[in-house]
């Protein structure tokens, strides 16, 4: 038996930690169960199967309770106890924290949504499909093996095709699947060979393993180990929508529905950067120089690119408030790169990793309250164009001034005091790291995205160009604005509560 199939041999499960697996275990099983429940529940019934998978999502969000008291790991080697595929750290807590969260949320949304389509979607299916992806995008932060990681990174990506083409006969919905579907698959196969050079130059899946291997490579496996390393990034760059990977999102975006195009804003992206951390930081820290440059060309393109996309929907009157958020999602990838990039460069990788989780936790609140009251206006402006939002806190203040509010929250103005602090966060980490020039271009783009968010929120206040129309506001979407808003406000009163994370690390 050759060395390099030792370690499979040695990957004997003693036992199972059902405790540290409850969070994605309970989400999958609600799944599961809401799919065989739509066999038996009548049509006029079917609405429950939608409030069943919200109490799951949050029944799987309070098992992360039990975990706060210390780390626990399972799925471990035998013959070392410290290696192991599954393990319920900070890190992965906080991660799954915002996973379950965006989820819940996504799932509020749909729920007036599948109402509104009235048979236009399948229910059991959307449910389960929605439920297995959120498994996925649960399990993924905990992997910490290669194999674990791409499952778990294929389960969070597989049922989001389906969600993204699942308007029957809706051709639009069906190109930006099949669109999504076939770039993914690109990069994912990109990233398997990439983990193959990997295994062959170090001879172990398990990330602590090989972060203590590859360094010491044989000289002349040495350049196949850089290509592995680079490699394996691309797939999760791919989620994280960066540039050149990011073609897919508009189209997606303004093709899925809508709920599902909030849920890929948010959670698509922390399974791209959460993929991302634990290959570069855990797994490849003696390769940052090959790592570090890599990701900080692409935060600098992804955010230029995102930001002047979404400018250049203001050259048409009718330009979609959905395709606005995608191009600005975008951009937001690449400040999320930003420190991710800078762990590459500095002393305190820790700390350049924890102004990633805190610019997401802020970005999560501010962008899935933006899409609960885009869902709002789009019950009754089918097209949902930027202009259908003139005159809006003539009929609906409060709306109206929350949308303001999450929109400065995304431009880092006051009072979005969260989104401010998070740019910041995000500034610090680029110099601390010296990477200076790359913190000139976050602001000359933070620059132009004011541009575009600024318009969209006067346009708010402006009278309104004909008969004004009142939005009804149904209860999922009160629910969803309210948690959201209530977040936002939390998060600019004490900012600390997720800025702490720059300062003392997750791992």
């Not at 294929?154 to 809706?170: D, H, K, M, T």
Request: charged content about 10%; hydrophobic content about 55%; overall charge positive.
């Amino acid at each position: 038996m050759s060395a390099l199939a030792q370690p499979l041999v040695q990957s004997v499960v003693e036992s199972v930690d059902w405790l540290a697996i409850a969070p994605p275990t309970i989400t999958a099983v609600a799944g599961i169960a809401v799919l065989i429940a739509d066999l038996f529940v009548p049509q006029a019934r079917k609405p429950l199967l939608g409030w069943a998978s919200v109490a799951g999502l949050a029944a799987a969000a309070l098992m992360l309770l039990p975990l706060l008291h210390g780390n626990r790991s399972t799925f471990c080697l035998t013959q070392h106890a410290d290696v192991c595929s599954y393990t319920a750290d900070h890190f992965t807590l906080v991660i799954q924290f915002l996973v379950l969260g965006a989820a819940l949320l996504a799932a509020l949304l749909s729920v007036t949504t599948l109402k509104d389509a009235r048979g236009g979607l399948p229910e059991g299916e959307y449910w389960f499909l929605l439920l297995s992806a959120a498994a996925g995008a649960a399990l993924l932060p905990a992997s910490r093996d290669l194999a674990t990681l791409v499952v778990a990174l294929e389960v969070a990506s597989l049922p989001v095709f389906a969600l993204v083409g699942l308007r029957y006969g809706n051709r639009k919905s069906s190109d930006a699947a099949l669109k999504f579907f076939l770039s993914s698959v690109t990069a994912t196969s990109v990233s398997l060979l990439g983990i193959s050079f990997v295994y062959a130059c170090t001879g172990t899946l398990y990330l602590t393993q090989i972060a203590g291997r590859i360094q010491h490579v044989d000289g002349q496996l040495h350049t196949l180990a850089q290509t592995g390393v680079v490699l394996t990034l691309v797939g999760f760059a791919f989620k994280t929508a960066a540039v050149p990977f990011h073609f897919w999102v508009p189209d997606s975006y303004v093709g899925a529905p809508l709920p599902i195009a909030a849920y890929l804003s948010v959670v698509g992206k922390a399974v791209g950067f959460t993929g991302l951390i634990l290959v570069t930081v855990v797994a490849f820290p003696s390769y940052a120089d090959v790592w570090g440059p890599a990701l900080a060309a692409l935060a600098a393109l992804t955010m230029t690119v995102g930001n002047v996309g979404a400018l250049r929907q203001q050259g048409t009157r009718a330009y979609s408030a959905v395709r606005l958020l995608a191009w600005s999602s975008v951009g937001q990838a690449g400040y999320l790169l930003v420190p991710i990039a800078a762990a590459g460069y500095s002393q305190d990788a820790q700390k350049a990793i924890g102004s990633t989780v805190a610019y997401a936790l802020m970005y999560a609140a501010v962008n899935l309250g933006a899409f609960a009251v885009v869902a709002v206006v789009g019950r009754a402006r089918t097209r949902n164009r930027v202009t259908d939002y003139r005159g809006l806190y003539t009929t609906n203040p409060l709306t109206a001034l929350l949308l303001a509010f999450f929109l400065l929250c995304l431009a880092g103005l006051p009072p979005g005091v969260i989104g401010l602090f998070a740019k910041v966060t995000v500034f610090s980490a680029a110099v601390d790291a010296g990477l200076g020039w790359l913190a000139v271009v976050m602001a000359v783009n933070v620059v132009i995205a004011l541009f575009y968010y600024l318009q969209w929120t006067a346009l708010l206040f402006r009278a309104p160009e004909g008969e004004p129309v009142k939005h009804r506001v149904p209860a999922p979407l009160t629910a969803a604005i309210t948690l959201t808003a209530v977040l936002g406000i939390a998060l600019s009163g004490a900012p600390q509560l997720v800025l702490r994370f720059a300062n003392t690390g997750l791992f």
